[in-house]
């Protein structure tokens, strides 16, 4: 598995909506998440740390061999608190894999909790190395 983070932004269309949009993505501060993998002999497993990030603000992609993950943070504001001023802004993560084809993506499984997404991703049954019975004589 190789690391290809992109956390390049580009603008989206014409017109004064798009042009707010584009402004408020190049706002907001995009991290690549802090990750572990570690790989064996039938998976390889990835930890990616997203603090303050909920399940329904989740994505993660695998298409045409790459793993994509992005996250939206929330920082938690009470509901009787209104703010006139913020200086801490949830962060946006991105961060992009290249996952080798002795991997089965079409088998992945993902979890998220405490902050801390972990996807397995197992090994291709004819990818998995096997004994060789070797016969004397």
Do not use: C
């Not at 972990?118 to 004994?131: F, G």
Request: a negative charge; aromatic letters at 4%.
């Amino acid at each position: 598995m190789s690391d290809n983070t992109n956390t390049q932004i580009t603008e989206r269309g014409q017109g004064a909506v798009a042009r707010q949009e584009a402004t408020e993505a190049r706002r907001r501060q995009t991290l690549a998440p802090s990750v572990d993998i570690v790989e064996d002999l039938h998976k390889v497993t990835l930890w990616a740390d997203l603090p303050g990030v909920s399940r329904d603000k989740l994505d993660v992609k695998v298409h045409d061999g790459s793993l994509t993950i992005e996250a939206e943070s929330v920082v938690p504001v009470p509901a009787n608190l209104q703010l006139a001023h913020t200086e801490v802004r949830a962060p946006y993560f991105a961060r992009t894999f290249t996952v080798s084809e002795d991997f089965d993506t079409s088998k992945v499984e993902a979890s998220l909790k405490d902050g801390v997404l972990t996807l397995t991703i197992p090994r291709r049954e004819e990818a998995k190395p096997r004994r060789i019975q070797v016969s004397a004589g």
